[in-house]
């Protein structure tokens, strides 16, 4: 079956220092690769998503990512987090055959001032 | 263990039928929500609950409704079918207002 591995639970870092966030899936075919952020009391807003091409997207707020089909990662990054960065972070796979999505577990991020 | 459910997994049905898609929890969560996925969209808000009898409107609301009779349960229904409503469909639920978001497994609905 079909999964989304995000290896970081929990991180906490101080403003200004530097984001990755892993994010690996099991699936040998075409994907659609997407990350979600839920900030506290908010809903779930899109942060980025790959589809295809330049394997290195930028998003929202100073986010990217980038896709390395080899070793079926599209891990988050950000050089300079800022404590408004606080919040939970979701990868999510859609296998280019359907309209399944397959949604990571969360990783929570904390900034500290 | 505890968990959320969707059903059903996949539904085709015609335009101008009144679909109902069920969301299950049994985390005792008294948030839940309900989200569309569309490619180019990401996940949009249709409604959501803060608790028993509690229903409120997300961005994309029109032609939803929920109901909420207990904690368990946030049943989604379409009240005449679009084929604009084809989308896949994400159930979710959270402990408090930060608390970890938990998600169904989708239900996939084809209007045709």
């Known amino acids: 079956a079909q999964s989304v591995s995000q290896h970081n639970h929990h991180v906490i870092l101080s403003e200004a220092a530097s984001l990755e966030l892993g994010c690996n899936y099991s699936?040998?075919?075409?994907?659609?690769l997407f990350w979600y952020v839920q900030y506290p009391g908010q809903h779930l807003q899109l942060l980025l998503k790959?589809?295809?091409?330049?394997?290195l997207v930028k998003g929202i707020k100073g986010f990217e990512a980038e896709f390395i089909k080899s070793k079926f990662s599209f891990n988050l990054r950000k050089p300079s987090v800022q404590w408004s960065d606080t919040a939970e972070y979701f990868c999510?796979?859609?296998?280019?055959?359907?309209?399944?999505?397959?949604f990571g577990t969360g990783t929570s991020l904390t900034v500290i001032p | 263990d505890a968990e959320i459910t969707q059903s059903p997994r996949h539904k085709i049905t015609e335009t101008g039928r009144q679909v109902t898609l069920a969301c299950h929890q049994t985390?005792?969560?008294?948030?839940m929500f309900w989200y569309r996925q569309d490619l180019g969209h990401g996940l949009r808000l249709i409604h959501y609950?803060?608790?028993?009898?509690?229903?409120n409107k997300g961005e994309v609301s029109d032609g939803y409704s929920v109901s909420r009779s207990n904690t368990e349960d946030l049943p989604l229904t379409l009240e005449s079918a679009a084929s604009s409503q084809t989308s896949v469909y994400f159930c979710?639920?959270?402990?408090?207002?930060?608390?970890?978001?938990?998600f169904g497994s989708g239900t996939q609905l084809s209007v045709l």
């Open positions: 979710a639920s959270r402990e408090g207002v930060n608390g970890k978001l938990f």
């Open positions: 699936y040998g075919g075409t994907v659609n």
């Open positions: 790959y589809f295809s091409g330049d394997p």
């Open positions: 999510a796979v859609n296998p280019n055959t359907g309209n399944q999505f397959y």
């Open positions: 985390w005792n969560h008294n948030n």
């Open positions: 609950s803060y608790g028993v009898q509690d229903t």
